[in-house]
């Protein structure tokens, strides 16, 4: 079971927060600090494992990777296969790539709300939902359509009607 | 409406947020933030709730508190539109904890939606129950979920395979009821469906064995031929994953047959073709393809035994040792960590390239491979091995030396096959990097040293030539330093040469010089140094030539700012300086140190301090035996002959030496004891306290220094509270009786004799003028010592004893010498004997004299441990025993 993902950037703050089982915003805040702390130190040219018992509990591995200025941190357990987390990673970045057209730190910081749609659609309850970035767009699309559908309809009105009032 | 709540959109917010300089100002934009969207919770506001929510969602991931926001989600998923719904369970499976109360006001809204005719909001209800599902909800929902698994989109059906995976963990109890359906997953043709099929499968297998049974019985089989046509399946842009056909399908097949056959012959044996070819076809040139290998040897290695197949994995996991891809070496070791339990030969084959791995530059993969050669390890290739680590530490980065040291330090002690070869393979990690070495490593060098007698020159010429190389090695420095000191000799005459030494030319000085400059470096601390101090004490004795140039050094210290130093050269140089008749005795050659007592001590099996093993020691005969607490006294070589000394002026500072808080002690030993436990062993070598009453032994000095001749094991006997001693000029006082009085602290109880208290206890009244029997104290084969007593009037605790001693044998006794041992409650004082010598068959005798207190008079009888020495023929004699028997009342 994946545990969490987390997308930092390198100065340690959080763009993308997603924890699978519990945990108090406190604790989230705590785990994410010391996770860049672990990242922050490695080096270049090392593997991209690490053990995780000591941030996460006992029999907890995490795997990230480095693009530009942010890191994508996926926790997971035993349960799992770390290369293929790895590819995973390499999904999940893609279908962002194809998604915002050449991500960069922005797009995430200002659409987290359609990384957390994306996400949904590739992770589900701490399992992996869908492998292929095609069909992750393709639901991604489909539900920002009916957001924009339900938008022009229901949120101009209102707020002209908003603005009436007062 | 509040004119303020529609101030900033998200965007805005988020920019307002970045564009913050400090943490304080983050904090401010963020509390108006939370103000405004309270106001708004409070006033119910419905325009901008979705608004307000995706912005709480950010701060929540800022990590400020956003627990006002939380019915706002059950409201939004309340409402009708999909935008609502959406950021509502997007809400909910954010910022909502497991407060039961709170998630059980959403379960209606979860199973409307479940029912819902837009395919989108099942899926939306789907995920937020997949991610937040509680038991409760579980069982409410779980016949919804369990329908949705047959819905014609695909889709939601494999939402709805992963929705049931959280059911069943919450409620294993509704396992079965999902098993079919999860079955019929397995025929899916859609591969996003497949692997969420899959997964159901291997879950469900994991909380019910009955699930277990059912999926090894009937769908085996159809699982190999559906991974087999996966395999061989055409290229698919889709699932592509660098040329490979959707690895991670693969993958949980590969996982899901694992479970299948773990334990099962039938379902490992109906496997192991298509693992063969998994691992033979799959290209490992990617990730994604090292991935699958990877997944089918774990598999592998745990089905039913398939030998073929695992030569097979293992060498998978050896190419991917010489993978250039970090991660692919480093999930390698890991798997080979595993594969040992399993067939530790096939392991074995790849050492050499795990050695490689050791030299990675990854430093997470170095430790592994250190990990994984330390299990490889064994009696049949410690050798090369070692050879291979050690020429490693050379090069190696500074902060993985500590690492290998005590890797290496660990296979040398534990498979070393010859003492020889242990020595010369921590010599070598010392002079390599002795710095990094952990103490402990290199005191079971010394004790291993210790107890190989053979090797002891070859050690210390080793050692020397080791320091003049590499002298900045802090513990290869203390090592040399305490050989130096115990062996200096063997070094300066090659002694015990062995056939693959060159000889050697090591004058005196050059010994000394050793000393002088691990005393001087700047670096060394303050251990090196009290073991310098101590082995140039002893070298003052061993060379006597350079005595004056090691006094020289010692006095240096005399002002020294570490008082342990001060303390000790001021000692030492009062050892040189005035006591030279002592001094060889003093400084003599260690005993062997107990390597089962100091291994023991490591292993923290025996308590660390002496008192148990003193204790335990006095059972032996004679307390003869090995001095248990052998370390602590014997580091200064203080054996129990050296300790009673003769002066009456210094008559403390043995004791000090004995009793003394030697920092630099308890970190060799490895224990820290308390300085009365110093006492205590003397006693124990003094064997005072054990029942045999007459003992003839010389050994109690002969174990301490094998080497000794009997001469010198007699000689610090002589001085012993004795007054015809040639040796001895000090004219007997009560101050120099003292010691042995104080040595014998805390021994009185075991002196007493039950008859003597029973007469005691009858024993009442002035005892002035009483009259006592004379006694035979002593009588060995020729020799019989006559106690007579009398009390000087008004003074009831002190009585004076004439000794008569007769010669019964027919040669006369030369250098006789009489001494005497009471404890610590008694004062003795001897005057000098009418003689030293004693004439043959009985024609008259040597009387002497002495005085004893009694300063617990009338609660404890008296006790007298004493020792005869004499000369017959010139051959030395010595004679001791012990006197309970004095009558009641003294």
Not at chain 1, 58 to 72: C, E, G, M, Q, S
Not at chain 1, 112 to 137: A, P, R, W, Y
Not at chain 2, 744 to 769: C, H, R, T
Request: with cysteine; proline share 5%; charged share 20%.
């Amino acid at each position: 079971m994946i545990r969490a993902v987390i997308v930092m950037n390198t100065q340690g703050k959080p763009r993308l927060a997603k924890f699978y089982d519990f945990q108090p915003a406190e604790k989230q805040q705590e785990l994410i600090r010391s996770v860049f702390g672990v990242l922050s130190s490695r080096a270049e040219n090392v593997s991209d494992f690490v053990e995780a018992d000591s941030i996460f509990g006992p029999d907890t591995r995490l795997v990230y990777k480095h693009f530009a200025t942010l890191y994508f941190v996926f926790v997971f357990d035993s349960s799992e296969n770390e290369l293929a987390m790895l590819d995973l990673i390499q999904v999940f970045v893609e279908t962002l790539d194809k998604c915002f057209k050449n991500v960069c730190e922005l797009d995430v910081v200002f659409n987290f709300n359609k990384m957390h749609t994306i996400l949904d659609e590739i992770i589900f309850g701490g399992q992996v939902l869908e492998t292929s970035s095609t069909e992750v767009i393709k639901a991604v699309e489909e539900i920002t359509k009916l957001e924009r559908a339900s938008n022009t309809i229901s949120l101009v009105p209102k707020s002209v009607s908003g603005w009436q009032a007062r | 409406m509040n004119p303020f709540s529609s101030g900033t959109r998200l965007r805005d917010m988020i920019r307002a947020i970045r564009a913050c300089k400090t943490a304080a100002e983050e904090r401010a934009v963020v509390r108006k933030e939370c103000a405004t969207i309270r106001a708004a919770v409070s006033e119910n506001d419905q325009d901008y709730r979705h608004r307000n929510l995706a912005k709480l969602m950010f701060i929540h991931m800022l990590g400020y508190p956003t627990h006002f926001g939380q019915m706002e989600c059950l409201k939004s998923i309340a409402s009708a539109g999909f935008p609502e719904k959406r950021i509502g369970y997007l809400g909910l499976m954010l910022l909502l904890d497991e407060r039961q109360e709170v998630l059980m006001l959403v379960t209606n809204s979860l199973k409307q939606d479940l029912n819902h005719t837009n395919q989108y909001i099942v899926g939306l209800a789907l995920c937020a129950l997949g991610n937040i599902c509680s038991a409760e909800m579980a069982r409410d929902l779980a016949p919804e979920v369990e329908r949705l698994l047959q819905f014609r989109d695909p889709n939601i059906r494999k939402k709805a395979a992963l929705c049931s995976i959280r059911i069943i963990k919450k409620v294993p109890d509704l396992a079965e009821n999902f098993i079919s359906p999860a079955a019929a997953l397995l025929k899916e043709k859609h591969h996003g469906v497949l692997i969420t099929g899959v997964q159901l499968c291997t879950d469900l297998c994991k909380v019910s064995t009955e699930a277990l049974d059912y999926f090894r019985k009937r769908c085996t089989e159809g699982l190999v031929k559906v991974l087999k046509d996966v395999v061989n399946s055409p290229y698919s842009p889709e699932y592509d994953m660098s040329g490979i056909t959707d690895p991670f399908l693969h993958i949980r097949f590969l996982r899901l047959l694992r479970i299948l056959g773990q334990g099962d012959a039938d379902a490992s044996d109906c496997m192991n073709d298509i693992l063969a070819q998994v691992a033979t076809k799959t290209e490992p040139n990617k990730n994604a393809g090292n991935a699958i290998l990877y997944e089918c040897v774990e598999t592998i290695m745990s089905i039913e035994d398939n030998s073929g197949l695992r030569v097979l994995a293992i060498n998978i996991l050896g190419r991917f040792l010489s993978n250039r891809d970090n991660n692919i070496r480093y999930v390698a070791l890991n798997m080979l960590m595993k594969a040992i339990a399993v067939d530790a030969q096939a392991v074995q084959r790849h050492r050499a390239t795990i050695l490689e791995c050791v030299k990675d530059s990854d430093a997470s993969i170095r430790k592994r491979a250190l990990e994984l050669i330390f299990l490889l390890v064994n009696e049949s290739n410690v050798k090369p091995l070692t050879k291979e680590l050690i020429d490693y530490l050379e090069v190696s980065d500074q902060e993985f030396k500590e690492d290998l040291t005590a890797k290496i330090c660990s296979i040398v002690e534990k498979f070393s096959p010859e003492k020889q070869w242990y020595i010369d393979q921590m010599l070598k990690v010392l002079s390599e990097a002795g710095n990094f070495v952990k103490d402990e490593v290199w005191h079971a060098l010394i004790v291993v040293i210790s107890n190989a007698p053979d090797l002891h020159g070859y050690t210390v010429r080793a050692l020397y030539r080791a320091v003049q190389t590499s002298g900045e090695q802090e513990s290869l420095v203390r090592v040399a330093v305490w050989c130096i000191g115990e062996y200096g000799e063997m070094l300066v005459n090659n002694v015990g040469m062995l056939n693959i030494e060159e000889p050697i030319t090591v004058t005196e000085s050059d010994a000394v010089d050793v000393l002088e400059i691990a005393m001087k470096r700047h670096t060394s601390d303050i251990t090196t140094r009290a073991m310098s101090l101590i082995a140039l004490l002893k070298l003052s004795s061993r060379f006597p030539s350079c005595s004056q140039r090691v006094k020289e050094i010692i006095v240096q210290h005399k002002g020294g700012l570490v008082l342990e130093l001060q303390q000790r050269s001021i000692e030492f140089n009062s050892i040189i300086e005035r006591h030279q008749n002592i001094r060889p005795a003093l400084v003599e050659r260690m005993p062997v140190l107990d390597e089962a007592t100091y291994s023991g001590k490591r292993a923290g099996s025996l308590p660390p301090t002496v008192s148990t093993s003193t204790g335990s020691s006095l059972n032996l005969p004679n307390g003869v035996a090995k001095p248990p607490a052998a370390p602590l006294v014997d580091l200064l070589d203080l054996t129990s002959d050296d300790a009673p000394a003769p002066s009456s002026s210094d008559g403390d500072f043995l004791q000090d030496l004995l009793g003394v808080d030697l920092a630099p002690i308890p970190s060799l030993s490895g224990t820290s004891q308390a300085p009365p436990s110093g006492t205590d062993v003397l006693l124990d070598l003094l064997s005072i306290g054990t029942p045999p009453p007459v003992q003839t032994n010389p050994s109690t000095p002969i174990i301490s220094s094998p080497s000794q001749n009997s001469q010198t094991s007699v000689a610090p006997l002589e001085r012993l509270s004795s007054l015809s001693s040639p040796l001895s000029t000090q004219v007997s006082s009560p101050a120099g009786a003292s010691p042995i009085v104080d040595l014998l602290d805390g021994l009185s109880p075991s002196l007493s004799m039950p008859d003597n208290k029973a007469q005691e206890s009858n024993f009442s009244g002035d005892n002035n003028g009483l009259v006592y029997p004379s006694i035979v104290a002593f009588q060995s084969g020729s020799l019989k010592m006559m106690f007579s007593f009398s009390k000087p009037p008004g003074n009831p605790q002190t009585t004076i004893i004439q000794a008569t001693f007769t010669n019964m044998s027919s040669n006369v006794y030369t250098d006789f010498i009489f001494q005497a041992a009471v404890p610590k409650f008694v004062q003795l004082h001897l005057d000098p004997a009418s003689s030293n010598s004693l004439p043959a068959s009985g024609n008259g005798s040597v009387t002497q004299k002495f005085r004893v207190t009694n300063s617990q008079h009338g609660q404890k009888p008296l006790a007298m441990r004493i020792r005869i020495a004499y000369k017959v023929n010139g051959q030395d004699v010595l004679e001791q025993g012990q006197i309970n028997k004095f009558p009641a009342g003294l």
